[in-house]
Every structure is written in structure tokens, then in C-alpha cells.
């Protein structure tokens, strides 16, 4: 009779609401950390670089249409923030409350469904970190909307290098990629949110690494000789600072701030040792016997 009355008043908390220690729903008043804010930044960062890198890959050297292609997609990201958090709980603000994570388990509730009775499985699955795993997916639904009202319409009209085919190709690979990050962000929304901040240090580095080995730049002056190779070095340095600063969380300012000294480490690294492994240098000095 106990576990009839049990089942019959069981309820899963609304949206916007977690239960306390005492197992009774509770509504979130609280506004996100600053690592919250980072994983937030860090989820909406992802379209962004994938849409610019698609860009510059497809546009090619002589079409002028990048640029513009690049700010359209800057503008449909920033776009579609602002009206996700518009939209957000409280409606018309940028402001947004939210439940605090205290383990993994908060972003996976559907697996610890409790059967009391060993037969009979309550469904109580909720959003524990409200809105941090709802909202980065209605981000994504909005830009994809957006690119699908913009960049069409831009890439007709100034995309004329390019044949008819080319010219849609980033669109064509936004079609491909938002179908993987929405699963990215449903499936291991909970893993990546306590290993963004490696992901960003490690891929930052290797693809700063690839592409001053693709751009065979083994000197500061062949770094300053394009303005292009300064832009992609200074993205990649936030991108190291954006990691470091996610790592420590800024929790003790006079131990975490020094730490951002470290960002041009491994590009200058890179500067003064690339003249020592320098593949032609190698097999020219093997050939000689030293």
C-alpha cells in the first residue's frame, strides 16, 4: 500500500526546477559560474570555427568572397545567441537562471530511473543543469535557421569566383556537422563539459602546429610576412588563454593570471626549433655523415 501511494504521488520536477537534499522540487534561482559561461562559450564557438573553416577551405585563394562569407557567419552565431538567451527562462532578458551541477550524473538522469519495486520503472528524467544542456541545442537550431535564411542568399550574389557547384560547399558542410554536434552535445554533454578546457589546450595546439608546418614558417620573418598567418596566431593564442583560463576558473587571481604568460610558449617553441628538424637539414647532414 506504501509504494501504491509512493507510485500514485510521484511526480517529475518541471523544467527550471531540481530536487533539493530533501528530495522535494525546488526551483533554480541561482546564474551561472564562470566555467558554466566558458562551457557556454566554448559549445558556441564550435559552428562558428567549423563555418569559417569550410569557408576558407572551399572559397579558395582567389575568391573574394570570404571575407564576406566570414562575417555572415560571425553575424548568424551571434545572432543566434542572443535570441537563445532571449528566449531563455526569465523570457526577454539576457539573463538566465540556472540549477547548479554538483556531479556527472546531473546531465545523465535518464539512466538512474528508480524502480522501487524492482519491476515497476519510474521515468523521471529532467534536466538537472538547467538550461546548460537544453540551450546549447536551441542555439544550434537557431543557426542553422539563420544560415539557412542568409548565407544562400549572400553566397548567390557574391560568390561569383567560384563555379556552381563550389560555392554552396560550406553550406552543403553545415548540413553535415550540426546533425553531429547536436548528438555530440546530447550524447557527452556531460563529459564535455568537465574536458573542454583540454580539448581546446590540445587541439589548439596541434592545429597551430599543422599549419605552420603546411605554411612552412620556420622564422619570425616568414610569420609576419602575410597578415593572414598573424590572424590565425592570435586566434590560436585566445584559444590557449580561453583554455588556461577554463582550466583554472581564475578561482585565485594571483596564482592564474601569470599562468596566461604561457600562451606565446609554444608558438615561439615552434620558431626557435624548427631550423633543427627541418627534413632537408636532416638527410643533407645524414648524407655527409655527421
Not at 590565425?232 to 593564442?237: A, D, K, T
Request: positive net charge.
Amino acid at each position: 500500500m506504501v509504494l501504491l501511494v509512493f507510485l500514485y504521488d510521484w511526480t517529475v520536477c518541471p523544467r527550471g526546477q531540481r530536487t533539493n537534499f530533501e528530495k522535494i522540487c525546488e526551483k533554480c534561482t541561482g546564474s551561472p559560474e564562470l566555467y558554466d559561461w566558458l562551457y557556454l562559450g566554448f559549445m558556441a564557438m564550435l559552428p562558428l570555427v567549423l563555418h569559417w573553416f569550410f569557408i576558407e577551405w572551399y572559397s579558395g585563394k582567389k575568391s573574394s568572397s570570404a571575407l564576406f562569407q566570414h562575417i555572415t557567419a560571425l553575424f548568424e552565431c551571434t545572432a543566434a545567441a542572443i535570441v537563445t538567451l532571449l528566449l531563455n527562462d526569465p523570457v526577454g532578458s539576457l539573463y538566465i537562471r540556472s540549477c547548479e551541477v554538483k556531479m556527472l550524473s546531473d546531465w545523465y538522469t535518464m539512466l538512474y530511473n528508480p524502480s522501487p519495486d524492482y519491476v515497476t520503472t519510474l521515468h523521471c528524467t529532467q534536466e538537472a543543469v538547467f538550461p546548460l544542456y537544453t540551450i546549447v541545442l536551441i542555439y544550434y537550431a537557431f543557426c542553422l535557421v539563420f544560415m539557412m535564411l542568409l548565407r544562400p542568399l549572400l553566397v548567390k550574389k557574391i560568390a561569383c569566383g567560384l563555379g556552381k557547384t563550389d560555392r554552396f560547399k560550406s553550406i552543403y558542410a553545415a548540413l553535415y556537422f550540426f546533425p553531429i554536434l547536436t548528438v555530440l552535445q546530447a550524447v557527452g554533454g556531460g563529459l564535455l563539459y568537465y574536458a573542454f578546457p583540454y580539448i581546446i589546450l590540445v587541439l589548439s595546439l596541434v592545429t597551430l602546429a599543422v599549419y605552420m608546418s603546411a605554411s612552412e614558417i620556420q622564422s619570425f620573418k616568414n610569420l609576419v610576412a602575410k597578415k593572414k598567418r598573424l590572424v590565425v596566431l592570435f586566434s590560436h593564442w585566445l584559444l590557449h588563454a580561453y583554455g588556461i583560463i577554463s582550466i583554472s576558473r581564475l578561482d585565485k587571481l594571483g596564482q592564474d593570471l601569470p599562468l596566461l604568460a604561457l600562451v606565446p610558449g609554444p608558438a615561439l617553441f615552434y620558431l626557435l626549433t624548427a631550423r633543427f628538424t627541418e627534413p632537408n637539414r636532416i638527410l643533407s647532414e645524414g648524407g655527409n655523415g655527421h
